[in-house]
């Protein structure tokens, strides 16, 4: 007769968070992220938002999650919403990202008349560099020549500093083509990168709200870049993104987006040219 071994029955192991965080401070986080940056919150990244944000409650030193919203939501908490919404957006890039788009610009901008201004706008920039991949881009493509201008703009302030700046590492810039870093870029004494004063000088780095209504630009853009980003928004944004995009391109401009995005239902204002590259449609809405 065989004896039967008892099963060995692990303790229950419970995981306290250091602050409570229901199901009602998520959705009030939810709510103010959508209302004001057109971020769309899947349920499922609860644990990214609390991750995120509790280290912004502890420097704060209030005592939970409900504190924090009626904080962001008090006249006192203007400077505060700045660094909500920069916790919870993603700046993963890096140059020359997606690649056959800048070869696809480049193809564009040679047959664009010699002499005229080109203007493109970057639309998320993140830390830069992609705004300082199209401004490579565009001098390669023209051989140093022409008067072109980017506007690289982005919700996240602190990224748009480290853009302004254009100072990299150097296994950043060890990814770039080669012959770029020694043309585009000066060795400092740390032993990282900085954006020579040329191709500094063709970006402008600004904060933009892509969900609000008060954008600043009044000309016409050759080409705009809008990557990844709204990949965060639901249809109804991404649609209304769009058409704002619209009468900001040129009638023959490009708009670049990211490789896992696809605007089908915008089909009367944007109609695909090649791979994650649209251009303005043919029948006007």
């Not at 990214?48 to 999650?65: A, N, Q, S, T």
């Not at 904080?71 to 890096?94: D, H, M, P, W, Y």
């Not at 493509?141 to 022409?146: E, F, K, Q, T």
């Not at 700046?165 to 740390?190: E, Q, V």
Request: charged letters at 25%; glycine letters at 6%; one cysteine or more.
């Amino acid at each position: 007769m065989h004896n039967k071994i008892p099963p060995i029955i692990l303790p229950k192991v419970e995981f306290t968070r250091e602050f409570a965080f229901s199901e009602q401070d998520f959705e009030r986080v939810r709510q103010l992220i959508y209302k004001e940056a057109g971020i769309s919150l899947n349920p499922t990244k609860k644990d990214m938002v609390y991750g995120r944000l509790v280290r912004r409650i502890r420097e704060l030193k209030l005592d939970g999650f409900a504190a924090y919203v009626d904080f962001l939501q008090s006249a006192g908490g203007k400077r505060e919403f700045e660094l909500f919404v920069n916790a919870l957006t993603t700046n993963l890039t890096f140059f020359f990202r997606e690649e056959h788009h800048f070869h696809m610009l480049a193809d564009y901008l040679k047959t664009l008349p010699a002499g005229q201004e080109i203007s493109i706008w970057c639309a998320a920039s993140s830390t830069g560099e992609e705004p300082y991949s199209i401004a490579m881009t565009a001098l390669e493509a023209l051989g140093g020549r022409g008067n072109i201008t980017i506007l690289a703009t982005d919700l996240d302030t602190s990224v748009l500093e480290v853009g302004r700046k254009g100072i990299y590492s150097a296994d950043k810039i060890a990814k770039l083509p080669a012959g770029h870093a020694a043309r585009y870029f000066d060795k400092l004494p740390d032993g990282n990168y900085q954006a020579k004063a040329q191709l500094r000088s063709m970006i402008t780095f600004s904060q933009l709200n892509l969900v609000h209504n008060n954008w600043p630009m009044r000309k016409q853009f050759d080409a705009l870049f809008c990557r990844n980003v709204m990949i965060y928004f639901d249809r109804d944004t991404q649609f209304a993104v769009l058409k704002k995009f619209h009468p900001l391109i040129k009638p023959h401009g490009l708009l670049f987006v990211g490789h896992s995005e696809n605007f089908y239902f915008a089909s009367d204002y944007f109609s695909l040219r090649g791979k994650t590259v649209y251009e303005l449609a043919r029948r006007k809405p």
